[in-house]
Nanobody, 116 residues
Framework: QVQLVESGGGLVHPGGSLRLSCAAS????????MAWYRQVPGEHRDFVAH???????NYVDSVKGRFTISIDKPTNTAYMQMNNLKPEDSAVYYC??????????WGEGAQVTVAS
């Protein structure tokens, strides 16, 4: 089993910043990649950012230039720096890890609220 523990969520004003962390533990060995998704009430879980073990990244258009995903491979920890946050970024953010068999594991979710 793989466990993903998220931290770093919270309440910020528009224009503020947060940094999410996702620490993977358990039977983790050279994960295929890690990613962040987000979900608002009544909506499907949407892709936000992805990073491969080699450092290749992809972002949803709405966060390009504002969010940066990174990974620390020795600790199997993924990060997402979120700058210039907007109210529409408010969601529960879920960390995702795909193992070498391309099986997905999910974190518990971290609430991010952007409001005045």
């Amino acid at each position: 089993q793989v466990q993903l523990v998220e931290s770093g969520g919270g309440l910020v004003h528009p224009g503020g910043s947060l940094r999410l962390s996702c620490a993977a533990s358990g039977s983790v060995f050279s994960p295929y990649g890690m990613a962040w998704y987000r979900q608002v009430p009544g909506e499907h879980r949407d892709f936000v950012a992805h990073i491969t073990s080699s450092g290749n990244t992809n972002y949803v258009d709405s966060v390009k230039g504002r969010f940066t995903i990174s990974i620390d491979k020795p600790t199997n920890t993924a990060y997402m720096q979120m700058n210039n946050l907007k109210p529409e970024d408010s969601a529960v953010y879920y960390c995702n890890l795909k193992n070498q068999e391309k099986v997905d594991y999910w974190g518990e979710g971290a609430q991010v609220t952007v409001a005045s």
